[in-house]
């Protein structure tokens, strides 16, 4: 196996890694009202729950911008990196989370891959174990607000790596 690394290899093999278009100067009334839903819907949850799902949902999703902003947020909030690594195999890696982590990771899997179907009872329930009522709609909430921000990210090829922690807070 090569160890060897070539710029020209990632030229080829990499897709253009320019931005599509800056959606939130060309829609700044959606971005904004976005920036009021993405704070609205953490109100009340722990901050580095906020992170997790943030973060699990950005990897399902693809979205580089959205990785590369809350793994910065999450380490700067004191996360440490081996659960922030260990999230993309959180199945195989559960002693890394509590229980109450584990179930909105759980939900936050299944709201996001809705093309597997529906989000399973069983993981509905998990959840609302380890949330009270209003703290399970303000989750939903979170997740479902960054999806949001996946998709505009995706959608115009948004680019990871300037963003500094606390910059969108």
Not at 54 to 62: I, Q
Not at 111 to 120: R, Y
Not at 156 to 163: D, L
């Amino acid at each position: 196996m090569s160890t060897t690394h070539d710029a020209h290899d990632d030229a080829r093999l990499a897709p253009e890694r320019t931005p599509r278009m800056h959606w939130a100067q060309q829609a700044p009334e959606v971005y904004e009202a976005m920036v009021r839903l993405n704070t609205a819907a953490g109100r009340g949850l722990d901050p580095t729950l906020v992170e997790l799902v943030r973060l699990r949902a950005s990897a399902l999703n693809r979205c580089a911008l959205c990785l590369d902003m809350h793994t910065k947020d999450a380490l700067a909030s004191g996360e440490s990196v081996q659960r922030i690594v260990q999230l993309s195999a959180w199945e195989e890696s559960e002693h890394f989370y509590t229980e109450r982590e584990l179930a909105a990771i759980a939900l936050t899997e299944a709201i996001t891959v809705l093309t597997d179907g529906f989000v399973p009872d069983e993981v509905y329930e998990r959840a609302a174990k380890h949330f009270e009522e209003a703290e399970l709609a303000q989750l939903i909430a979170t997740i479902t607000v960054i999806n949001a921000w996946n998709r505009f990210g995706v959608a115009t090829r948004a680019v990871p790596g300037h963003y500094q922690p606390g910059q969108h807070k």
